[in-house]
Nanobody, 130 residues
């Protein structure tokens, strides 16, 4: 049974940092992209950073570019999201998700019509106080 388990969320002050982790438990068929998504109350889920696992290309949403960094450690079957300089607009539940069909990093994050086809973790809450 495959599971994606996110951790690392919490409460921080504006300007501080967090590192989220997404650990793959169990067996997963090869996937082509993996990324981080977030959903704030009353808002649509958005893809903020994704990575194509074939060419290691990455995508960042404009809202996080320059502040967040996605990385992978295949040996640990873990994907990270380093979040620096957290802002008031960053609080949300953060999810990781994989694509079993080929997408570029940008497509993986931005093709919302395919979100239902992704494999999702359960999410981790990030809260930022000003």
């Amino acid at each position: 049974q495959l599971q994606l388990v996110e951790s690392g969320g919490g409460l921080v002050q504006s300007g501080e940092s967090l590192r989220l982790s997404c650990v793959e438990h169990g067996y997963l068929l090869d996937y082509y992209a993996i990324g981080w998504f977030r959903q704030a109350p009353g808002k649509e889920r958005e893809g903020i950073s994704c990575i194509n696992t074939n060419d290691e290309s990455t995508y960042y949403a404009d809202s996080v570019k320059g502040r967040f960094t996605i990385s992978r450690d295949d040996a640990k079957k873990t994907v990270y999201l380093q979040m620096n300089n957290l802002k008031a607009e960053d609080p949300a539940v953060y999810y990781c998700a994989t694509d079993q069909q080929w997408f570029s990093a940008q497509e993986s994050c931005t093709k919302t019509a395919h979100y239902d086809n992704k494999f999702w973790g359960q999410g981790t809450q990030v809260t930022v106080s000003s």
